[in-house]
């Protein structure tokens, strides 16, 4: 009899807790990551890489002598250092992702470079039914592939930040991408979300743009059965830009939906619409008559336009037993990426991450993207790219490193922007522990 009193009395300890938390599938407007990607406790882990590299494509932002666009190719070595890892405390979870690495050419040290990059990912209890979750995303870098996969430590999709993936040249950038949400769980079933942003990025050629960017979103989100969640959502945007009179707003409403299908694959996603309202400066060509009169080709044009476009993104991730696979896609409105700036963008995106128990690690994935430009040069935009990555533990804490990415520039309005990029690494890297290292 006291044993069963004893149970009965251990048993609302574990029950009530849960109330104040969701335990459902994972929420793509919130910015979740697959939950088949979420590890409750991994330690923290430094690396260092020395790895030879091959790079084509070079370009700084500036003319050849031939009057094009430079494209230089050049071997070179690079150094890497980081650490990874989560921990949960009993209130507290912390994921992180940072990564440096020194970059020399052999070909032409105006390219050499020094990049650093970091996801960091705090979300603390408060109360029992209230939860503050902080995501930030930050980095320099000189050339960016916009290839990084979904992260295995830090539990947000790193997809959904305000930054851009689609530099065309070698240029010095540094990006700051902050969000925070306040999460009231009234209920196993009802959650509110509640919360806002900023990024900043910011380019050292004064031939492109920086931007600023601000956000605040709030949704609603109900769990209609265990492994189901519908909910709707709001979200406000504000674009600026540095060397441009003029910014973007953009207000939009979506529905969203969320389910595992099995014990090992989930989907979610959200649909609607967002209004976009756009105001630039504009330098024009004036009509030769008018040219000759003044003296002057070029004018000044104010830009005025409100469109409503459709705002959707899903996404399908699949948990094997030592990988996770997954593929996205939407369609959304960004700042652009410092030439072109506010674009509607289609995206389409893939990824394979593989940790063996024993030796390997592996990763491979694909990005597409077709951007259409509204704001200071009218014209549509592409890119397609890939990576493939691969270490071998050879010796204790001692990796074998391979890396290969790829990406494609199109545009059929500007014959230019069209280039190839490829960049090979190859070398050794070291990390305490017997699970092979991660390659990112």
């Known amino acids: ?259 595992q299908l099995t014990r090992r694959l989930e989907f979610t996603g959200y649909a609607g619409f967002s209004r976009v309202e756009s105001k630039f400066i504009r330098i024009a060509p004036i009509d030769p008559v008018i040219a000759a009169l003044l003296g002057t080709t070029e004018g000044t044009q104010a830009v005025h336009t409100i469109n409503y476009v459709p705002n959707l993104s899903g996404r399908l991730s699949r948990r094997f037993q030592k990988c996770v696979a997954y593929v996205s896609g939407g369609h959304t409105v960004v700042p652009g990426n410092g030439l072109f700036l506010t674009s509607y963008t289609t995206t389409l995106l893939g990824g394979y991450t593989y940790t063996g128990v024993r030796h390997w690690s592996l990763g491979a994935n694909v990005n597409f993207g077709r951007s259409t430009s509204i704001g200071n040069i009218l014209g549509t935009y592409s890119n397609i790219g890939g990576r493939l990555s691969a270490s071998r533990q050879i010796f204790p804490s001692v990796h074998f490193i391979a890396i290969y990415s790829a990406r494609r520039y199109d545009s059929p309005d500007f014959a230019n922007y069209n280039r190839l990029v490829h960049e090979a690494r190859i070398g050794l890297g070291w990390s305490p522990g017997d699970v092979p290292l991660p390659i990112w």
């Not at 603390?124 to 979904?150: C, E, N, V, W």
């Open 1 to 259: 009899m006291s044993l069963k009193l004893g149970r009965l009395l251990v048993l609302p300890a574990f029950v009530f807790p849960v109330c104040a938390q969701y335990a459902g599938p994972a929420i793509l407007s919130r910015g979740e990551a697959p939950l088949a990607m979420s590890a409750p406790q991994m330690h923290f882990r430094p690396f260092l890489e020395i790895t030879s590299i091959y790079d084509t494509a070079l370009a700084a932002v500036l003319v050849s002598d031939r009057g094009g666009l430079p494209n230089q190719t050049s071997y070179g070595i690079a150094v890497a250092w980081g650490i990874s890892g989560a921990h949960r405390w009993r209130h507290t979870k912390v994921g992180l992702e940072y990564r440096g690495s020194i970059n020399h050419y052999t070909e032409s040290s105006a390219f050499d470079s020094l990049d650093q990059s970091l996801l960091l990912d705090i979300t603390h209890q408060l109360a029992r039914h209230l939860m503050i979750a902080l995501h930030t995303s930050a980095g320099i870098f000189s050339r960016d592939f916009g290839l990084a996969s979904l992260p295995q430590t830090v539990p947000f999709d790193s997809t959904t930040v305000d930054t851009s993936t689609t530099d065309l040249f070698n240029n010095r950038t540094m990006y700051v991408s902050s969000q925070a949400d306040l999460v009231f769980q009234k209920s196993t079933r009802l959650s509110f979300d509640f919360g806002g942003g900023s990024s900043i990025v910011r380019r050292r050629s004064t031939a492109l743009d920086g931007t600023t960017a601000a956000n605040a979103h709030g949704d609603l989100q109900y769990r209609i059965s265990r492994h189901t969640t519908i909910g709707a959502s709001y979200n406000y945007y504000h674009f600026d830009f540095t060397r441009i009179v003029g910014g973007t707003d953009v207000q939009g409403a979506t529905g969203t939906f969320a389910i």
